[in-house]
């Protein structure tokens, strides 16, 4: 056994606690949780996406459930930048886990407009651009699919991020997300974060009309999880291995072992999403668990696990 294991990573110059962050929309603004966990005891939070303006999301039912996962079309229902400043940011402040604020807009304009209204806050410590939301008419996704577009408002919100960190957070609705990555990355960004929700449908058959208002909604939860694994990995062997760029990744976390897959797969850091609507206290059950994990394997420095894949043997069969 390792007598120190340390869990703390430094993900673009911030050194954070533990690998572990909650993923936006999954746990508003901070208040929402602070009942059920610590969340001082996580190494990151990521709020719900701000745009300039509040925005009332997309007509209901927004969300349904599915076989181990779910669909949501919230449409990036939020409270808007200023009410954000006004209600929010002062119970941020009081957060010791790394905060990062995830933007959204509709035109690049937008995008940069908040970050530059947010770049000079104590509280936050870097952005995450939302550029992969699959329910949103304008904005979202379409802005994260081209890899010119995405080196165009990854550039733009970088100049307004100053000095704060700025992380990238990509879709994997895309014929090669290598591709969009190094965009992200030349453009700027200092870390990625991967994936957003996939782009699904569900329809009840007694109307034969989708659940969703929307028809369509982001799938997530551990439905997702190996591809996300996949991705992870890909993004990391083909962009960003050897450089200092690190990668967040996301889809389907719900236990230590789950995050564990992630980090051997490239992620310097994880965050837990769907699974905290099941368990708001699993991303720091998930943190301990990451740590037992490694002294179990005599790890005594987690950077030894990450992008660890072993691929050398063929397992014929
Ligand atoms: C209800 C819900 C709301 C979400 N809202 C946002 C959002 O506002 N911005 C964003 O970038 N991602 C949003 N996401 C995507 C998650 O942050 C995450 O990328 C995705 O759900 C995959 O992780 P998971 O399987 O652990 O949930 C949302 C996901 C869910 C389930």
Request: contains cysteine; hydrophobic residues 45%.
């Amino acid at each position: 056994m390792s007598e120190v294991t340390d869990i703390s990573v430094d993900f673009a110059g911030l050194k954070l606690a533990n690998p572990v962050f909650t993923a936006s929309g999954t746990c508003g603004y901070g208040d929402e949780l602070a009942d059920f966990t610590d969340i001082n005891a996580l190494g990151g939070f990521i709020t719900k996406s701000i745009t300039l303006k509040p925005r009332k999301g997309n007509p209901t039912p927004r969300i349904v459930e599915t076989d181990s996962g779910m669909l949501n079309a919230i449409g990036l229902a939020n409270i808007g930048l200023e009410a954000f400043i006004e209600e929010k940011l002062p119970i941020l402040e009081k957060i010791s886990a790394a905060v990062f604020v995830n933007v959204a807009g509709e035109t690049i304009d937008e995008y940069v407009a908040v970050t530059e209204r947010l770049a000079d806050k104590k509280a936050i410590a870097g952005f995450e651009l939302n550029i992969s939301c699959p329910n949103v008419d304008k904005g979202g996704i379409s802005f994260g699919t081209e890899p010119a577009q995405v080196a165009r408002i990854t550039s733009a919100v970088k100049k307004a991020a100053g000095q704060k960190v700025l992380m990238v957070k990509l879709s994997p609705a895309v014929t090669d997300i290598s591709t969009i990555a190094r965009a992200a990355v030349e453009a700027g960004a200092d870390a990625l974060s991967l994936v957003n929700t996939f782009t699904a449908m569900v329809i009840d058959i007694e109307t034969a009309e989708p659940v969703l208002a929307n028809k369509t909604g982001g799938l997530s939860g551990p439905a997702i999880k190996p591809i996300a694994v996949y991705l992870v990995n890909k993004v990391y062997n083909e962009v960003t291995k050897g450089s200092r760029i690190p990668i967040l990744g996301l889809g389907g976390i719900r236990s230590a072992s789950d995050a564990v897959e992630f980090i051997i797969a490239g992620a310097s850091a994880v965050a837990v999403g769907t699974a905290n609507f099941i368990e708001p206290a699993c991303a720091v059950k998930i943190a301990e668990g990451i740590k037992k994990y490694c002294r179990r394997k005599n790890i005594s420095n987690i950077r030894e696990l990450a992008g660890s894949l072993r691929t050398g043997s063929t397992n014929s069969l």
